[in-house]
């Protein structure tokens, strides 16, 4: 069945410095990946979407990079600010199916 | 305003009752979902629907019931079946047309039952 892992531990990052979450997935191979951020007891906001032939995606301070040979998407927050501090989850969006989230916690 | 509302926030029921939570969007969107969430879980969906008076289950439809009716609502109900109904339920809408695939989430139900 599809499978798609993210961290579960936190990531403390101090405030400037880059964030990097991992996501990855097995027994598929999607066409697209999404990312969203979701704050606490709130529903998921959209941030991104790339497609299996696009390396690397940009949206001001975020980088998304999608390796369909390592089943692997890498999520970047730029310049992290405190205001970044929320639970980002990676989707298939083929499959509707989404990860669990990896929390990021940008200290001033 | 444009969005997709649900109501209530929070919910609260006795084991053996059915519940239903609602959901509605002004988006004008064709397609629009369920999903559930647990502590320290990621999303899982529930039931879809991709068109009015057409719906297909998720990975976790056992204990759940949807109709869509009309294609602005798409209410979620909670049966007694439901082994553990106690969970954070989050609807979502989507242009099937879109080339982001986004989806709009609602802000969530909370349902407790004890």
């Known amino acids: 069945s599809q499978k798609i892992e993210q961290n579960s531990e936190a990531l403390n990052i101090q405030e400037g410095k880059t964030a990097t979450l991992t996501c990855n997935y097995t027994?598929?191979?999607?066409?697209?990946l999404q990312w969203y951020r979701q704050d606490p007891g709130r529903g998921p906001v959209f941030l991104l979407l790339?497609?299996?032939?696009?390396k690397e995606k940009r949206k001001e301070r975020l980088k998304v990079t999608f390796d369909t040979t390592l089943k692997q998407s890498l999520f970047h927050i730029t310049a992290s600010q405190p205001a970044d501090s929320a639970t980002y989850l990676c989707a298939l969006v083929n499959r509707l199916a989404f990860g669990k989230g990896n929390q990021v916690v940008v200290i001033p | 305003d444009g969005g997709i509302t649900q109501s209530p926030k929070y919910l609260f029921r006795k084991e053996g009752q059915n519940v239903t939570l609602s959901c509605e969007q002004n988006?004008?969107?064709?397609?629009m979902y369920w999903y559930r969430q647990d502590p320290g879980q990621g999303l899982r969906l529930i039931y879809y629907s991709q068109i009015v008076n057409d719906f297909q289950k998720g990975d976790i439809a056992e204990g759940y019931s949807v109709s869509r009716e009309k294609k602005e609502s798409f209410p979620l109900t909670v049966t007694s079946a439901q082994k553990n109904p106690t969970a954070f339920y989050l609807c979502a809408s989507s242009r099937t047309s879109s080339s982001s695939y986004e989806q709009y989430f609602g802000p969530g139900t909370r349902l407790t039952v004890t």
């Open positions: 790339i497609r299996e032939n696009e």
């Open positions: 988006l004008n969107h064709d397609a």
């Open positions: 027994n598929y191979s999607p066409a697209y």
